[in-house]
Nanobody
Framework: VQLQASGGGLVQSGGSLRLSCAASGSIFRITFMGWYRQAPGKQRELVAAITTGGSTDYADSVKDRFTVSRDNAKNTLYLQMNSLKPEDTAVYYC???????????????WGQGTQVTVSS
């Protein structure tokens, strides 16, 4: 399984970015899909997650600003980030849990990370 993340960049405070993470390979189904971020000197933290059924969860710091979504037909995860703040600056990673068959165990994969920098 390969994960290709894109959409990061440099934006001014208050601006918006949309991240994408496309999964490819012999995938039967993707269950959990999530975005994490890691700022310099800090631990990696969960930003937003979405289940197969569409249930979502967000870190308190991004609620009402970020929206996570997924396209199951394309095995793609999205993160719409609005009202960005300098404290959102970090490397953003996608994480997915994959089933290769209906009876296989879940395997977890990480994307390569995409840099988001918000200037004040």
């Amino acid at each position: 399984v390969q994960l290709q993340a894109s959409g990061g960049g440099l934006v001014q405070s208050g601006g918006s970015l949309r991240l994408s993470c496309a999964a490819s390979g012999s995938i039967f189904r993707i269950t959990f899909m999530g975005w994490y971020r890691q700022a310099p000197g800090k631990q990696r933290e969960l930003v937003a997650a979405i289940t197969t059924g569409g249930s979502t969860d967000y870190a308190d710091s991004v609620k009402d600003r970020f929206t996570v979504s997924r396209d199951n037909a394309k095995n793609t995860l999205y993160l719409q980030m609005n009202s960005l703040k300098p404290e959102d600056t970090a490397v953003y990673y996608c994480n997915v849990d994959v089933l290769f068959t209906s009876w296989s165990r879940v395997s977890s994969y990480w994307g390569q990370g995409t840099q988001v920098t918000v200037s004040s």
